[in-house]
């Protein structure tokens, strides 16, 4: 390998070799750290991030961004406990509603999410409203609306408890040593890389990020497909809060916040770009399994979580850099 190909291989790669190399430290530090319960950990904790970073995937390769996912699966982790609690909970959030069963959380939380897609994209995509922008508005009146919502009697505010046992199950259980959040996320990235890889409307989204004006000469509908990568986006983060919510066992507003920010991350150092047309999901998954672990391994060795945002902070702004240099590259 000659000097010019080592240099842009080292470039490409210098966020995985760093990462890498702090995995290391924090491996040699406290050697407990490399074991099986740490990894079980790990991926529990990726798996609502995975649905998030799914999402923001399938939206940043169509040329998008949605800056809503974090707030709106703060939504859904309350919309959905509103749905799970117990019948003789003494802060019942709906007093006179019977206790409901497993699958109503579930549906409630989907059209929570599909309905805050619609909306995003009808703004984004027929109002013109640049998506960064239209999604830190969006993201304050969800999370205000939130707020709102809890402050409701006889809940004033309060965290939502008292969950049926078969709902936090679902975040803690697993089935052959499997946690069934865990399963979720890999069915979820299952049907994401199918319907990328396997589908038209994949192929669809591919081209419209690539080259919006060609695509539309091409006869691909724009419009159906930015409705559609807001609304799946939506309906992700959404089901990424009750997921969250089953496996603590109680949900407030605060839940996700900033976690638009690792889905993006976790899209960009897996080798998306925001330059549209380009993402795939194994590095999207390796993105977030590469977060998770230095989350997990800093507080592991007992770093102040004010590092970890020092830390979390540089590897956005070095993973949008090396993003920008090889667009530059291809233009």
């Known amino acids: 390998m000659n000097n010019k190909k080592m240099s842009s291989f080292l470039i490409d790669n210098i966020l995985y070799i760093c990462l890498f190399i702090m995995i290391v430290i924090i491996a040699i530090i406290s050697p407990s750290f490399v074991s099986t319960r740490v990894l079980s950990d790990v991926l529990i904790q990726s798996a609502p991030k995975v649905l998030l970073a799914m999402g923001m995937l399938v939206v940043i390769i169509s040329g998008g961004m949605d800056m809503t996912v974090g707030r709106l699966a703060g939504l859904g982790a309350v919309v959905a406990g509103t749905f799970a609690q117990t019948s003789d909970y003494y802060l019942k959030f709906w007093p006179n509603l019977a206790e409901m069963p497993l699958i109503v959380p579930f549906l409630v939380t989907v059209l929570v999410g599909a309905g805050s897609g619609v909306i995003t994209g009808l703004i984004i995509s027929k109002f013109k409203v640049p998506a960064f922008l239209a999604g830190l508005g ?146 999207t998954f390796l993105g977030v399994i590469i977060f998770s672990v230095i989350n997990y391994g800093l507080t592991f060795i007992g770093l102040s979580s004010y590092w970890q945002y020092i830390v979390k902070g540089l590897i956005i702004v070095i993973a949008v850099a090396l993003d920008m240099r090889k667009y530059a590259a291809r233009q």
Do not use: H, W
């Open 138 to 283: 969006l993201q304050l009146v969800i999370y205000g609306g939130n707020l709102l919502f809890l402050k409701k009697a006889p809940n004033n505010s309060q965290p939502l408890a008292g969950y049926k046992v078969s709902f936090t199950n679902f975040g803690t259980g697993s089935i052959f040593g499997i946690n069934y959040l865990v399963i979720l996320a890999i069915a979820i990235m299952v049907i994401v890389f199918i319907l990328l890889n396997r589908t038209t409307l994949g192929k669809n989204i591919y081209a419209v990020g690539g080259n919006r004006e060609a695509a539309k000469v091409a006869g691909i509908n724009t419009f159906r497909v930015d409705m559609f990568v807001y609304i799946f986006s939506g309906v992700l983060a959404a089901m990424a809060g009750l997921m969250m919510s089953a496996r603590t066992g109680s949900a407030t507003a605060a839940y996700a916040e900033g976690y638009e920010m690792d889905a993006i991350a976790s899209c960009i150092i897996g080798g998306a770009s925001f330059a549209g047309g380009i993402g795939n999901v194994p590095g």
